[in-house]
């Protein structure tokens, strides 16, 4: 009599399709995926207007005095002084946003790092559905049947990746909208690039959520991890400001986290000049990130995962 082999690839999409069905059946939540991203783009992205700081626009409400130069009779007009530093202003402006930033416009740079902040988010609370599973029972039942525990973990981190790309898209297309500005390098290809980085990061973080919520029975503690965490990730990084102007302590900080590797690659990969290099050094991190971290969650859980 042949010993019965259960599929793992079976439990991981019955597990994955769960999870995804349990989003999509809640419309409140489902909704919050969409008005999110549109939340952020339309107050955050066009609140922090940075470029008028240094356009001419700055200078609109400023009153010139005419300068009298009584040597030789000249009286100059406030306006045309005025008219000449706003002109002057206007080159100045560009030319420090493309050296501090590396484009001219300020809301594509942010709207890019607001890809990396709701994928930093989504998968924070992944591990909050273990902790639910646990405290309803579910994942009693999971663990008393053939299903890896493996594929318990896989279908969450899957889950978080995909709800995560699912989310990086609306944020791309409003960002179209609004006015996002690609480089001239760009390649309607260079999305899979952007995809592919999501998922990376994704994996990383999701699996170091889960891991910490593996024998965790209250949901007060995960929501104290989270809160911990996410605001030095997000400020700790590229998405609001380039790294190269931070103290260098914090510079420091900012190299090692993820967040960064994951906002410069879509920077790549859509508004700035594509450098081969930086994104193989961006997409070799994340890789080793998520393989660290994704491995750890794996062991963990075969040894800490219990009924």
């Known amino acids: 009599m042949s010993e019965y082999r259960p599929s793992a690839l079976r439990g991981l999409l019955a597990l994955t399709g769960r999870e995804l069905k349990k989003w999509a059946k809640e419309p409140i939540i489902l909704l919050m995926a969409i008005l999110q991203p549109i939340i952020w783009m339309g107050l955050l992205g066009k609140a922090m207007n940075i470029n008028a700081i240094f356009s001419a626009s700055s200078l609109s409400n400023v009153n010139v005095p005419d300068i009298s130069i009584p040597e030789y009779g000249i009286t100059i007009p406030g306006w045309v002084i ?8 206007n080159s100045i402006g560009a030319s420090v946003m493309q050296n501090v930033f590396g484009v001219t416009d300020y809301f594509s ?31 009693d039942k999971v663990l008393s049947t053939p299903v890896s525990r493996g594929a318990i973990i896989f279908s969450k981190v899957l889950n978080a990746a995909l709800r995560s790309m699912f989310q990086a898209t609306i944020i791309l297309a409003l960002a179209v909208a609004f006015g996002l500005k690609v480089s001239p390098t760009f390649n309607p290809l260079n999305l899979f690039g952007v995809y592919a980085a999501i998922f990376l990061l994704s994996v990383g973080l999701s699996s170091l959520f889960l891991a910490l919520a593996l024998r965790s029975t209250r949901h007060e503690t995960q929501m104290a991890v989270v809160n911990l965490i996410n605001m030095p990730l997000m400020f700790a990084s590229n998405v609001f400001f380039p790294t190269s102007m931070m103290p260098e302590w914090l510079r420091a900080i900012a190299s090692v986290n993820p ?5 410069d690659a879509i920077r790549q990969l859509t508004i700035l000049p594509l450098d081969v290099s930086v994104l193989v050094m961006d997409f070799a991190y994340l890789g080793v990130f998520a393989a660290v971290l994704f491995a750890a969650g794996i062991t963990l859980s075969w040894k800490y995962l219990t009924r």
Request: hydrophobic fraction near 55%; aromatic fraction near 16%; avoid cysteine.
């Open 82 to 89: 005025k008219q000449k530093l706003m002109d002057a202003f």
């Open 259 to 263: 967040v960064s590797y994951l906002t």
């Open 109 to 139: 740079y942010m709207s890019v790092g607001m890809i990396s902040m709701i994928v930093m988010f989504t998968t924070m609370f992944s591990g909050m559905s273990m902790v639910w599973d646990r405290r309803l029972g579910f994942l």
